[in-house]
């Protein structure tokens, strides 16, 4: 019941929201499959303006994520690293 209401109050405002998993909101299997359920996945990548967001569910160790996304945040690491980021 939390989590409607929670939604709604989010809907609520308008404005554009990108749930990341907390370091409590992940803390068994079942509680990962609610999260899944509720927002689909727990890492993405998305860009406004100039700036580009991360996020990553440390929970999952580097080989679980999907090779595409992992050469997201590579292609951006070097990137950065090179200045031109």
Do not use: C
Request: no cysteine; glycine share 8%; net charge negative.
């Amino acid at each position: 019941m939390e989590a409607i209401v929670a939604d709604a109050m989010v809907q609520a405002t308008g404005l554009p929201f990108f749930p990341a998993v907390g370091n409590h909101a992940y803390g068994n299997a079942m509680i990962a499959d609610v999260w899944s359920e509720r927002t689909g996945r727990d890492f993405y990548t998305f860009r406004t303006g100039d700036a580009l967001y991360i996020t990553i569910n440390m929970e999952h160790t580097p080989d679980e994520l999907p090779e595409a996304f992992m050469k997201v945040v590579k292609t951006v690491t070097e990137q950065i690293k090179q200045g031109s980021g």
